[in-house]
């Protein structure tokens, strides 16, 4: 059977033995858990990438493309970036909170600077309306809301890319200004790729997958890419590896040498 229809049937016996019968579930023999396929990662060519942002004609959309490529980002990190994440004088954007808890930096592309300079004045104007009409609070982590009640309202803790509505938060029963639903970036880069007449099958993540292959096309060396994307252990990094082994860079087809 597949791996996951294996996984879904233990999981359900584990349940069985603890919440039915509450006794611990450990040893299972010899029992030998299939495991998931290996894929490689879908990557796209540097022209693909191009093609691809170019036929993203909303702006705010195409720039939040562009950091998912441009640094290395996963969708939601890149929803989740506050204004006071982008730092211009060092040429940085540090990622928060990122898989695994962590922090971690990524360089910022000179040329998405100005994209990003308009993107804040944009939320800079629309969080002073917001504080106009009472509002201009935005969801604060790990209990910083009750340690440091005004920081909500403090333009750096604003979303880059705000949503363009205000919701109810559920977690406190507070009208806010959430950010932008992660959706729309996945609809807008599978559509683009339409329209480019890219046959891969492409998502945002293909966009992180491109920017870790492309480095070390350039020579970067496979901790520094580790280091960048956030992986906890180089062997993730590691698949990257995989995809640059292909015709063409270290490998020539036998077919080539025959006289047709």
């Known amino acids: 059977v597949a791996s996951s229809t294996q996984r879904q049937?233990?999981?359900?016996?584990?349940?069985?033995?603890?919440?039915?019968l509450h006794k611990s579930f450990e040893d299972i023999g010899d029992f030998a858990i299939a495991k998931r396929p290996a894929k490689l990662p879908v990557v796209l060519s540097p022209d693909e990438v191009d093609r691809l942002l170019q036929?993203?004609?909303?702006?705010?959309?195409?720039?939040?493309?562009?950091?998912?490529?441009?640094?290395?980002?996963?969708?939601?990190?890149?929803?989740?970036?506050?204004?006071?994440?982008?730092d211009f004088d060092y040429q940085?954007?540090?990622?928060?909170?990122?898989?695994?808890?962590?922090?971690?930096?990524?360089?910022?592309?000179r040329k998405l600077v100005p994209a990003l300079t308009d993107q804040l004045d944009y939320v800079s104007q629309v969080h002073n309306k917001d504080l106009q009409k009472g509002l201009g609070s935005v969801y604060l982590p790990q209990a910083l809301g009750r340690k440091y009640p005004n920081a909500a309202?403090?333009?750096?803790?604003?979303?880059?890319?705000?949503?363009?509505?205000?919701?109810?938060?559920?977690?406190?029963?507070?009208?806010?200004?959430?950010?932008?639903?992660?959706?729309?970036?996945q609809r807008k880069v599978k559509q683009a790729a339409k329209d480019a007449a890219i046959t891969k099958k492409v998502n945002c993540h293909a966009l992180?997958?491109?920017?870790?292959?492309?480095?070390?096309?350039?020579?970067?060396?496979?901790?520094?890419?580790?280091?960048?994307?956030?992986?906890?252990?180089?062997?993730?990094?590691?698949?990257y590896t995989h995809v640059l082994n292909k015709p063409g860079i270290s490998v020539t087809s036998p077919l080539d040498s025959l006289a047709l």
Not at 62 to 78: D, I, T
Not at 96 to 106: C, H, L, M, Q, S
Not at 221 to 237: F, K, N, P, W, Y
């Open 153 to 185: 309202k403090e333009i750096g803790w604003q979303y880059v890319f705000p949503s363009p509505r205000i919701s109810l938060d559920p977690r406190e029963e507070k009208a806010r200004r959430h950010h932008i639903h992660e959706n729309g970036l």
């Open 55 to 86: 036929h993203i004609k909303d702006p705010v959309f195409r720039l939040m493309a562009s950091l998912l490529y441009g640094c290395g980002m996963r969708l939601m990190e890149c929803v989740r970036l506050r204004v006071f994440d982008i």
């Open 208 to 239: 992180r997958h491109s920017f870790a292959t492309h480095l070390l096309e350039s020579g970067y060396d496979i901790r520094t890419v580790q280091e960048l994307l956030g992986h906890a252990d180089v062997s993730t990094t590691m698949i």
């Open 9 to 20: 049937a233990l999981n359900s016996i584990i349940f069985y033995y603890k919440h039915c």
């Open 92 to 109: 940085q954007i540090v990622i928060r909170n990122a898989k695994g808890n962590k922090d971690r930096v990524t360089p910022l592309p």
